[in-house]
C-alpha cells in the first residue's frame, strides 16, 4: 500500500476521522489539503491546525477563490448550465478545481494516493476520481468511508476514542456542501421528498415570503462576463460574492428538487444560489438579445451538454473543453447592460441595453418608423410551408388523415 496519502480535507467529522482511519488502516502517512473554494464557515487556519491534530504529518490550505470563480464558475455562466433546467451544478464545479489543487499536493509530497471523503453513493466520487485520474494517471484514489468500512457511528467512535479535537455532538443532521457558486443540503428528514425544507435548511438566502423593499441592479457584461455592478467595476468573484448578499436577502435561487444522480439513482437535494441564479437570469437575457437565432438555438443544446459532462464528472474531457471553445466563441457578442428586480424570491429582468444589440426598433415596432418590408413576408410564408404543404395534399389525394 501507498506510503503517502493526500486527503481532500474540510475539517468535518469525516475527513477529520479518515486521517486516522487511512493511516491505521494502510499504515500511509496522510497529508491533509483543504481548498477554499469560498465555502466561508470555519477559519481556514483553524481546519489545518485540526488535520494536524488528528494526525496528518502536513496539512495546508489553498486558495483557490479566484481561480474558482474565472474559471470554473465563469465558464458554466457562459453556459447558462442548470443541470435539469435547475440546478446550477455548485458542487460539480467545485471538484475539478480541489482536484487540481490535490494532484498538485500529491506530485509536490511525493504521494501516490489521493483521498477523499465521499460515499459510493453519490456523483462527488466520480468527479474526483476521474478527474485525478485524468491529470494523473499515476495516481490511485482512497475513498475510506466506502473503500475502508468507515461508517458514520464507527467514525464517531474513533473520534471519541482517539479524543479527536471535533465536537461530534455539534454534527448538522444534514449533509451540506457549498462554495461561492451555491449551496446543496440533503439527507435528514429532506430524505421524505414530500417533506417540505424548513427555514434552518438555509444559509445563502433569507425567506423570500418575508415582505421588504425590493432590490433594483443593473449588470455589466463584457463578452458573457460580469465586470460591474450598479457602474462599479467587479471581478468575477466579487460580482458573485455581492450578488450572493443582494440577491440572497431577497430570497433568489431556492431550489428543492429530485435530481438524476450519475450512479442511477433518484435523489432530493435542496439548493440555495442567488448570486449564480442571478447571473445566469441576467446572462440569458443578454444572450437572447445579443447572439444570432441560429448560433442562439444552437448554442443552448450545446450548453445543455456542457451542463451533463460537468455534472457526470467529466471536466477534463474533451468534448467539455471542446463545446468550452465553442461557447467562449458564442459568448463574444454578449456585452451590456440588464436591469434586473430582486425581490420575493424572483430576479426579474426589466431592462437591457448593448451596443451589440440585434434588436432594432425599427424592424420591431408596430408605430411609424417601420422599416421591415411586410410585403416580402408573403412569399416568405409561402416557400416556407411549401414541403409540407405539397405533402399534406399528397396524404389528402391518398385519403391519409394530415390532422
Ligand atoms: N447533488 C449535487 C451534485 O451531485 C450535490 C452533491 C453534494 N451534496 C451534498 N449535500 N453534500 O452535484
Redesign the pocket.
Known sequence: MADRVVLAYSGGLDTSVAIGWIAEQTGAEVIACAVDVGQGGEDLDVIRDRAIACGAVDAYVVDAKEEFADEYCLPALKADALYMDRYPL???LSRPVIVKHLVRAAKEHGASVVGHGCTGK???QVRFEVGITNLAPELTCLAPVRDLAMTRDKAIEFAEANALPIDVTRKSPY???QNVWGR???TGFLEDIWNGPIEDVYAYTQDPTVPRAADEVVLTFEAGAPVAIDGRKVTVLEAIQELNARAGAQGVGRLDMV?D?LVGIK?R?VYEAPGAVALITAHQELVAVTVERDLARFGRGVSQRWTELV?DGLWFSPLRRALSGFLDDLNASVSGDVRMVLHGGRAVVTGRQSTESLYDFGMATYDTGDTFDQSLAKGFVELWGLPSKMAAARDLRQGRSVG
Do not use: M
Open positions: 455548485v458542487s460539480a453519490g456523483n462527488d449533509s451540506i456542501d446543496a443540503v440533503e435530481e444522480r435523489s437535494e455534472y
